[in-house]
């Protein structure tokens, strides 16, 4: 989750995916999160998914009366076939009785086949609405959340739960909510004709279904933990790959293709458990959905021939009976199936919902305040911040940087400074204390404002998969590929755009790889010249780069900078020395804070550490 330090702006390349998707208002009750560590219920998972992705449960309810006329359709052959029989054929053939009760049925049937087509459709929008409304929500959660919840979440898990676990809502979403409601009626509507025909074989069917109820729900519990556990073990394995592919040098380099295989392997192991674990309950219930069904038919059949002429059943009402005994076989031996599918949905529903019941801690405002253009001055008012709940790495800072002043925050690693850069972007929120933006406190600014006026160049120079003029005006929405060029222009890299094979339209690869560290960074400086934003925070824009990249980067920046607030989290005291104020922190506070010659005559902490970096310098 790196570009979310980089990324201020929409992509203006395409459609913005929040545009006409209504935010959810939820009810009360639902909005309680569900907890991890208590038992699995589906109910309660319904409860809340159909709570987030309200376009499922409208769907639904719009196909109910589909979904009715279409199990009733299940039932015209076996009530046209009494007819026929008992007043067709029973006492002198009929032919007018049999040719328009099959006729009507004919009809019917063709009628029921085209309104289920029309609720297969109108379920398959439904679906992808839901699809698409709760992938979007969980895009948006995923980057409300603070800095602190992506130092610590693996990403593996986080692109499993927007992708791998939304998806298992496909099918359900599809077939399997409609289904449940499809065969429920079909095995009500179907047992209540029966009783009407004869009480005493819709008894025996009832017999003989009743004592699975009790037995499906104990199964279905444990089938659904087994799936909640097979969704974790996939997001693990998902981690392990992505981390596989994306060090594959550093693996081949340092020869850990033996250990990541282990660890592959385990996760894959762990997943191939868990997943037969799952099928294990599937079979149970295919096996006993399929069994009883058979026995329901067997029982209705033995009853009904053997007893039947003695309760004065008709001839077409026994057929007729059998027929409906036949019908449940369907719904019946689709449960086994129809349960694994709700269950897979229900797990994957559940990890996407324990993600959104993440808290956000970075609240914009409703109605936000508008920061005004060109250079702003940046104050630090007495700031604790932790990542972790009881280790702090910021102790009250309190920083005043004035409009326009060019200044570095230098010290050890881990002392804090690129924390103190990150809160100023508001990346996250300070857990007490305090930071302002030209006098307003950056909690009241509006989030679009506040993207326009702060701009952060992050030390790994971030690139989306697209052309350079594609990364350029992510930088201002709207933007054209003219202002691209000018962008680089401005910062005096027009050489360098004509250096490279197709100019602008060059593509960088995924992650920017096509390109060199350096490269990647004069694209990220100027898609922030091209934001022209008042204050600009770099975080180390000129390390890790070989020395001509960097003499090109150095005069960049000194451009990008001019007529801005600019704050410089500083490895090389050489960008230290050229600025107009210095910070110096040390485990985690402010230690010293003054021009580069002031600090120096101080002899201080950062006397201490610029002599030990010139000597340092001058060894090489």
Not at 16 to 38: A, C, H, Q, R
Not at 136 to 142: L, M, S, Y
Not at 296 to 323: D, H, R, S, Y
């Amino acid at each position: 989750m790196t570009s979310l330090a980089d990324q201020t702006e929409s992509d203006p390349v395409g459609p913005d995916p929040l545009v006409g998707l209504e935010p959810v208002v939820l009810d009360p009750s639902v909005l309680e999160p569900i907890d991890p560590d208590s038992p699995v219920r589906a109910l309660d998972i319904m409860k809340r998914g159909l709570a987030v992705s309200p376009e499922l449960g409208a769907g639904v309810r719009s196909s109910l009366g589909l979904a009715a006329i279409s199990a009733l359709g299940k039932l015209v052959v076996p009530i046209a076939l009494r007819q026929i029989i008992d007043h067709g054929i029973v006492g002198g053939y009929d032919a007018r009785i049999v040719n328009l009760t099959s006729a009507g049925a004919a009809v019917i049937v063709l009628i029921v086949a085209w309104l289920n087509r029309l609720t297969f459709m109108r379920l398959v929008d439904s679906s992808q609405a839901t699809l698409y409304g709760l992938r979007v929500r969980v895009f948006r959660h995923v980057h409300d959340l603070s800095l602190a919840h992506h130092n610590e979440s693996k990403r593996g898990v986080l692109v499993t739960r927007v992708t791998s676990d939304i998806e298992t809502l496909a099918m359900f979403a599809q077939w399997g909510a409609m289904s449940w409601i499809i065969n429920g009626m079909i095995i009500i509507v179907t047992i209540l004709v029966m009783a009407v025909y004869s009480w005493q074989l819709a008894l025996v069917s009832i017999l003989v279904f009743l004592p699975v109820a009790p037995l499906m729900r104990l199964l279905q519990r444990r089938q659904l933990a087994a799936y909640d556990r097979q969704r974790t073990a996939v997001a693990t394995t998902m981690t392990e790959i992505s981390e596989s592919v994306m060090g594959a040098p550093v693996i081949r380099a340092y020869g850990m293709k033996p250990r990541v295989r282990r660890r592959l392997h385990r996760a894959i192991d762990d997943q191939y458990g868990a997943n037969m674990v799952a099928a294990a309950y599937f079979s149970t219930l295919f096996a006993l959905s399929d069994l009883v069904g058979a026995i329901g038919v067997a029982a209705v059949i033995g009853v009904g021939v053997w007893w039947g002429p003695e309760w004065g059943l008709t001839q077409g009402t026994v057929v007729a009976c059998l027929f409906l005994a036949t019908v449940l076989l369907t719904p019946i031996g689709e449960i086994g199936e129809v349960l694994d599918q709700t269950q897979t949905a229900l797990a994957g529903w559940r990890k996407v919902l324990d993600l959104l019941d993440t808290p956000v801690e970075v609240v914009e405002p409703v109605v936000g305040v508008q920061l005004p253009g060109g250079s702003l001055p940046v104050e630090l008012v007495d700031v604790d911040f932790s990542y972790v709940e009881g280790d702090p790495v910021l102790h009250g800072v309190s920083l005043s940087i004035p409009s326009g002043a060019n200044v570095a925050v230098v010290g050890e690693t881990g002392s804090g400074k690129s924390t103190v850069a990150k809160l100023i972007a508001r990346l996250a929120d300070p857990d007490s204390g305090a930071i302002t933006v030209g006098g307003v406190d950056l909690r009241e600014v509006d989030p679009g404002s506040r993207a326009e006026a702060i701009r952060m160049v992050p030390q790994d120079g971030f690139l989306f998969d697209g052309t350079v003029a594609d990364n350029v005006m992510m930088g201002r929405s709207g933007s054209a590929r003219s202002d691209a060029e000018a962008a680089f222009d401005a910062l005096g890299l027009a050489w360098w755009i004509d250096r490279l094979p197709d100019g602008l339209e060059t593509q960088v690869g995924e992650r920017g790889e096509d390109l060199s560290v350096g490269e990647r960074q004069l694209v990220s400086l100027a898609r922030a010249q091209l934001g022209d934003a008042g204050v600009l925070i770099l975080d180390e824009a000129t390390s890790a780069v070989d020395p001509e990249t960097e003499r090109a980067l150095s005069d960049a920046l000194l451009r990008l900078s001019a007529g801005r607030t600019t704050i410089s989290v500083a490895h090389r005291l050489s960008t230290a020395e050229a600025a107009d104020l210095v910070a110096v922190f040390e485990a985690g506070r402010l230690v010293e804070f003054g021009p580069h010659a002031q600090l120096l005559e101080a002899n201080g902490r950062y006397a201490e550490m610029f002599a030990s970096w010139v000597g340092n310098t001058s060894s090489r």
